[in-house]
């Protein structure tokens, strides 16, 4: 779940965010993510700079199957034990709808990064440079507006009607996570608005849907996340509230440009 991120509330506002820049290397595929996929994900059009997260040269991509003891680390360091996502629910999500998640990277000397130990090469050629994971969102699709404990649970047959769904239209948040000693740099937002805009782009759902807990709800609205007020999930222990974003295509973004361009 997006859940005790209290330290991303404190980071700069979501306006602003710089562009992300990546080195030749980074530009070649990682175990088969390909040229423009990496591109895509990139964000192009922000301003502000951030000088902590700059430095980290930070840079954005799918998740992978390789990247799941990264996921694991981060999500232990992250959160208490009872509201972690468990290796069984990554394995899960990122073989079978893992072009829903996202991971910011970063492939600069981070040897005291816990996830560098299990990072993988970005770039064949050079295998010392690392894509060392320091943030991520995991997501599924459900058919139900907002998340319930039944699209948090792993299915134990083919019959189950629990995980995923590829007939969904609701694209569910389980895990928003970022080192703890990489938030207040920006991270969190930069790599929530890029998650946000890829969604939008693909047109794979049409809405984004999350729990969080009662302090971060101002922190998800301003990314116009809309508070539906409290979430009968139980999941670690509940308490929590749920959270949707309507999600615009591209397609309506293009009717409206051409509404606001029609003849006099």
Not at 41 to 66: G, I, V, W
Not at 164 to 169: A, Y
Request: a negative charge; proline letters at 4%; charged letters at 30%.
């Amino acid at each position: 779940m997006p859940r005790d991120l209290e330290a991303l509330t404190s980071e700069d506002t979501v306006q602003g965010l710089p562009e992300l820049s990546k080195s030749p290397e980074e530009m070649v595929d990682r175990k088969g993510l390909t040229e423009a996929e990496d591109e895509r994900s990139m964000l192009n059009a922000l301003s502000q700079r951030n000088e902590k997260r700059d430095e980290l040269h930070p840079y954005t991509q799918s998740l992978t199957l390789s990247d799941i003891e990264s996921c694991v680390r981060l999500e232990e360091a992250t959160f208490p034990e009872n509201e972690r996502c468990t290796r069984e629910k990554f394995q899960y999500r990122l073989k079978r709808c893992g072009e829903l998640s996202m991971g910011i990277y970063t492939s600069h000397e981070t040897n005291d990064i816990i996830t560098a130990e299990t990072s993988t090469p970005v770039y064949s050629g050079a295998p010392e440079r690392k894509a060392v994971l320091l943030g991520h969102i995991v997501a599924t699709k459900t058919t139900n507006s907002t998340v319930k404990d039944s699209d948090m649970s792993i299915p134990d047959s083919p019959d189950s009607k629990v995980g995923h769904t590829d007939e969904g239209r609701t694209i569910c948040i389980h895990s928003l996570a970022v080192l703890p000693q990489y938030q207040k740099r920006g991270l969190g937002k930069t790599l929530l608005k890029a998650y946000l805009q890829r969604m939008e782009g693909q047109g794979v759902g049409d809405r984004v849907a999350l729990i969080a807990h009662e302090h971060l709800i101002a922190y998800y609205e301003g990314f116009g996340f809309e508070n539906k007020g409290k979430s009968e999930a139980q999941f670690g222990g509940g308490g929590w509230y749920d959270l949707v974003r309507e999600l615009r295509s591209e397609e309506s973004a293009d009717d409206d440009d051409d509404d606001a361009d029609g003849d006099d």
